[in-house]
Structure formats: C-alpha cells, structure tokens
C-alpha cells in the first residue's frame, strides 16, 4: 500500500515518469522497512510468536492511519505506460497492464529464489531465520541481517502494490489483498515457490468460476473459504512441508 | 510480606486465596452496586465496560490461557447479536432461550473455525481466524432474512420473564450479572482439570499430549467456550447500541478485543476486565483529546504570540479532527504495550504489589521472560 | 512375558535412516538403559515409543498388547511416562500445576461439571492432590511447590519433570538423559532416586544415558546403539568390554 502510495505520489505529484518513481518508491519502502526493524522490531527478537505477530498488527493499523491521514481516504489511479495498450494473442485480448503483472512476478520470483538458494547473503539469512544464536556465533551479523530481511519484504511489497496499482485502485485497503496471497500460499504450500505460484493461478480460477456460478457475495470470499478448507483438510497444500520442534 | 496458612488442599482449591481478598472483592462487588448512585451520567458508559468485559473474557481464555490468537472474535460477536435479535424478534422466543441459543450456535461457529485451529500454530492460526471474520462479514451482508443486510436492523430493548429492562440502571444490573456469572464459570474451568490443559496446551504441547491431553478435543473445547462467552455478550451488545449492521463487527473491533487482551495482561482474570475498562474508556478519552488538544497546543504556542498560537492551532485541529485517526491511535497503543511492558496493566500492578511486599529486595529481573532464540522452539 | 517390547523397529527421515531395524525387551522391574554416541537414535526411539512419530516399520507391545498405532495422548493412559532431553515443563506454571497435569493421564473429561465446579470435581481435585503430594514427598520438593518454574534452577527443573511423569502412575518410565546438566552431587541422588523407583515404586525404567558411572550403578541391561543400529545387548560389564561398542565411542 506504501508502495503504490508514494509512486502515485511521485509520478501524478511531481510529474516523474513511471520507471524511475516506479524505483525511486521501492526503495523507498525499502529503507523503511529496515528502518522499521532496526528501531522497533529488533526490540522482541526472542520473544512469543504472538507478541511479534500482535506487534505487525498494531504498525499495520498505524500505517494504514498514517496514508488515510496524508493522502485522505479518496481513491486514485496510477497512471503507467501500459495503461490501456491490449495485444491479440490467439484469439484473447490481453491487456498489457496485466502482462505486466504476470512478467514482474515471474522475474521477481526468479530473482528471490536464485537470490536465497545461491548466494552468500541469502543462504545467511535463511541460517539467521533457523537459529539466531548459532548464527551469531558462526559470524552472520544477525541484526543486520533481519533489517535486510525486512527491506527485501518491504521493497517485494512495494513492487506489489505498485503493480497491483492501475489494476485494483490505490486506496488505504489495498494491503488487504494480502490475505488472498496468504490463501494462495497456503494452497500451494509453505516452503515452496512454485507451489505459491500455482496456488495463486488455482484461486484466481477458483474466484473466476464461483463468480460466474455461485451466489453473489461468494465471489470475494471465496480465497479465504478455500483457506480454511485447506487448513483443515490438509494444512501442507499441494507441494508444501510442516516444520515441527525436535524433542 | 504475608505468609498464608493453609490447613487443607481445600484452601487452594477455592477461588480466594485467604478471606482478606475475599472481604477485598466483597467490597468490589458492593462498589459496583452502589456506582449507578454516584455516577448516574455514565450507566450507560459502565454496562459497555461490561460487555466488553465478557468479550475480554472470551478471548483471555482462548489467546491468554490457551495461547490461540484469534483476530477473528468480533465475527463471533456478531453471530450472536444477529442471532439472538432473530431468535428474540423474528421469532419470538424468550429472552433466555434467545441467549442461550445465541451462545450455543457460536459454540459451534467457533468449533468450525477450530478444526483449522487443529493443524496450524501461531500466526498462521491468526491468519486464519482473519479470513473466517472475513467471510462471516460477508454472510451478515448477503443473508437477507435473518440480518436485514446493509440496511441493518433495530434491536429492542429486553423483556425478561415479561419484565422490561429498558431503563439503564435495570440494564447496568442485568450486564452485571451476567459478566459476574461468566466470570465465575470461567473460573471455575480454569481451576478444574480442563484449565490445567488449556495452559499446557499453551506451554508446550509435546509435552502435554505426553501427559494424556487429547489436543484436539481441548483446543476445540477452548475455541466453542471463547465462542459461546462472546456469543452471550453479542446478545448483550445488540441491545446496547440498539441498532445491527454488518461493518459493526469489523477486523477493527477484533483489533481493539486483542488490544484489550494484551493491554489488560495476558494469562490473567483480571486483565480481562481491566483490558475492557481501558478499551470502552479510549473512545471517550479520544474524543475529549479531539477537542482539547488543539486548544492547550495553541495557549501553549501562544506565548510566542497570537498568531503562532492560532495557526498551532488549527494544524492540530485539522490533524485531530481527520477520521481516520482512531485505528492508528489503538495501533500505537498496542505497539508501545508490547514494545515496553508486555504483562499488561495486571502485570504491571502485579510489579508494583512485589515491590511494596518484598521491598527492599525487589530485583526487576523476576518478571524477566525467557527468550527463545531457535526457530524450532517457537514453531512448537 | 516381557513388560516391553520392540521389535525391528525403524524409522526413515527423508533418506535418513534414523533408527535401522531395532529390537530389545525389557522385563518388568528391570532398569534399562540404551547408550550410544550422539546421533544413534536413542531419543528417536523414546519419540517413537511415544507416538511422537510413526515408525515406518516394526512393531511396539506393551504387556502383550500392540500398541504400534495408539495415538500419542494415549500413551500414558496406557502406563507410559516420560521425561523429556531439553526440558518440556510448564514455564509460567508453578511447580504444583506442572505435577498435577500430570494426572490427566487417567482423568476422564468432564467439562458441564467442572463449569459449575460440582462436588464431584472438588472430591477428585482432592484425591488428585494427595497423589500429588505423594510424588512431591518422595522426591524432596516440598520447598518448591509453589514456586514458578521459570524461576527455578536447572537440577530442580529435571526433578520436577520426573515428578511429573511419575504423577501418570506409569508401569514404564522412559527417562531422557536424567543426568545430563547435573552436578556430581546431583547425579548421586538421581542414582538413589532411580533404584527407589524400582524397588519401592514397582516401575520399570528404560532410560537413555550418557554418564558410564550412573549406568553402571543402576541398570540391570544395557543396549548399545550406533548409527540407528543395534550393536550390543547384556549387562553393563558385556557391553563395555564389546569391541563393536568401544570401535563406535573411540573409533578404528
């Protein structure tokens, strides 16, 4: 929501063009992000799930006050060099914006895989995730780490909502599509890439055909009606694994 | 410091730990009774302290003793106002009959949204208590018949045994008993065999299904109790604001039922109700802010003339006046609590009792948590 | 008939074979010991034997019956206990209510009357407690019933976790490393506290351990395990002298 936020900002405020604001907003983002860390989320390493958890929910409250206050609660749209270009690609009209969409999500996804399974930095950070003392110990600067951990989020967050912009309209409750992505990963099972991905693909469909054929109203809970089911029926999804404590 | 002098395993199964704090609550429960006669104004103020009361209850027992954060209970709240209003209007049924219907049938939305709760821990279980919410939102706004919809609903007053409790002071009462009577049931449970396992479940699982706890079955009991609790102070609610609409019980209201949780002090009675006071009083210390800070910043200003004054001023009122500032308000209040004082109000007079009792040999490490540093211990 | 029984017993994590085609017996009022270095699958078999996991195959019996696919709350309503190698207690409970959970082993659910706390439940929280206090005065923790756990030092943490399970009323008590983190001192009651388990208590114990002199004092048999396998079985005296058990603890 930030993301899309200070783009808008950027590109309708100060007239910038669309790729450099597009830039110029997650890194932007990003630097928050760590910032965030280093001052408040440093603070309950170590601490209950819950409190972390409870933590992200009181700043998400803030955040969205925070955009209501200063850009109000109006609705905007994002103006960007895909906007109302279409292609015929085999008889279906594509919209570019969505095409868009699809390409920044496969590279990103590409890039973050790539990052975390081969170099340095992201093999340390999955270490930092498992077992911060033992990292420390094996000379990971931790902290350090965990703020990068957050900008990286952040910055993937912002690129997010900055594509999701000309599509959905910017508005404080845009980061509620968050859960929808929870729902898809959870389908396609945590701890596996593709897996999200297919999730995605499936409660897009799934959204589509109980639009078409289910009563009106299910249509927008349908993602979170298959979240539960999934958690209930087989909480791994399709291709995920369960983490558990060894006693 | 007091020693306590226990002559059989009686003394600590009962529900006071010596007569002194018994005469305490006695002297509590008198207070309360006699409050509508010195505080007329606010009758109205104290039966929603009431309420939320109940409602901090229901999720003290699921998040605080049980350790399964629900941002979903405002869902459960709202089962049971529409619920009773169609039982109690549509209809016609008594009014006891009415609540505890309503109470029963959240029982069983809350044992739905347990058989998720079965397989997924921590935030994930969090995550998905948002999405029941949302979905039940959803069911408010499209099931015409029972909830009216968008157009929402008007809630009478309650007519029990034939008796109308429509004047406030019948109605403070009525909240009253009803919260002293959940408080006693709640107690009961958590020092019965069933609280015993709630916590284990909390603590550490293994070890608890090591000792015999059948998981499931105990989570499920914990999330039909939490639910039933709210359903009974849905009924309650309903007639309170005296008017029903689906974006009443919004993942806002969850929200300020965890922040009452975690700002009262978790693990705890008493966090519940004095969570509940600070919730039901926040509205109303907001909206005397909204007018009085602008006024104290500009006479602040002021004396560095007349025209900093006014424009300090108006900048803070048009900054107070935005509306969209009471969610960011509540965010930064459960941030500050968790960031520095994480036990809550109660553990924070639990703190101030220890001091006076063992000064001056306090040591501020006691209250210190253990930390865990491994991934694998906080999955559990 | 043997108390206890494992027989071929293995379990596969991903490509590891953890534990590989174990079986030992363990005689009513025996004390048991399975020893092995680091990685042998000594707690994978007490998780197993818990139920925590599922072996992919081999059976478990306990006094003859099968109990190879009972689900894990089951166990110790079944007589099976045990404590845990990194210890599992109740943090923020105090010692007492560590103790008592322990008797949901054999507790049946009565939630209606313990919500208006009837009578009933009063009597039974009572003869709970007596049991309780039981455990508490056979291993000396009187001092500590009411302090929290948290608060507590690491050799009083091991003792309130055996307490624990004894609560259960097993008739196997699996111990997990019980003198690890002890002191000399500390170690020496432990051994006393074992030997009264099983002469004055009537319980067998099979337990997993790592200090030679603790073995030495109280077990009646000893398995030895490497690498998931099993490499010895006899008294203390056959095992230490095995070559296949020193080739493993020194190596060549």
Redesign the interface.
Known sequence: MLGAFVCYMLVVGHGMSYWPAFAIAVVAVGLFGAALDAT?LR?????????????T??????F??????TWG?EIYTLPTPFSAKTTRLGGVTVSHEYVAIIVGTLVLCALLYAFFSYSRVGVAMQAA?????AAYYMGIPVKRMFSLIWAISAGVAAIAGVLLAPVSLID?NLGFIG?KA??AA?LGGFGSIPGALVGGVTIGLIELFSGAYL???VK??A???V??LV??IR?QGMFGTV????? | MRFPFKTGYDHDLGLFRDPVQRRWYAALLVGTLILPALVPDYVGDISLVFIYGLCGLSLMVLAGYTGLVSLGHAAFLGIGAYAHVYFVQDLGLPWVAGVLLAALITAGAGTLVGLPALRMTGVYLTIATLAFALIIQEVFTRWDTVTHGLKGRPVDKPVIFGISFANDLAFYFLCLAVLIAGLWLTANLLRAPTGRAWVAIRDSEIAAQSMGVHLARYKTLAFAYSAALMGAAGALFAHKIGFLAPDIFSVLLSIQFLLMVVVGGLGSLHGALYGAVFVAMLPVLISQARDQVPQWAGQAVGVFGKDAGSAAFLALDRFVKQPGLEPGIFGLILVLFILFEPLGIYGRWRKVQLYFSTFPLYKRATFRRQKTYMRSERLR | MSLFAAQDLAVNFGGIRAVDGVSFEVEAGQVFTIIGPNGAGKTTIFNLISRIYDPSQGRLLLRGEEITGVPPHEIARRGIARTFQNIELFEHATVLQNLLLGRHAHARPHFASELLFLPGVRVRERANREAVEKVIDFLDLQAHRDSLVVNLPYGVRKVVEMGRALCTEPVLLLLDEPSSGLSVEETEDMAFWIQDIRTLLGITVLMVEHDMSLVGAVSDRVLALNYGRAVACGTCEEVQAHPDVIKAYLGG
């Open positions: 408040i603070r309950v390493i170590g601490q209950p799930q819950f409190a972390v958890v409870m933590l929910i009181g700043l998400g409250a803030i969205r006050s925070f955009a209501s206050i609660s995730s498992q077992n911060q003392l404080t859960l929870f729902a959870v009563p009106l109203g927008d809970v993602a979170y009606i979240l539960l958690l209930a909480p983490g558990r404590k060894k006693v």
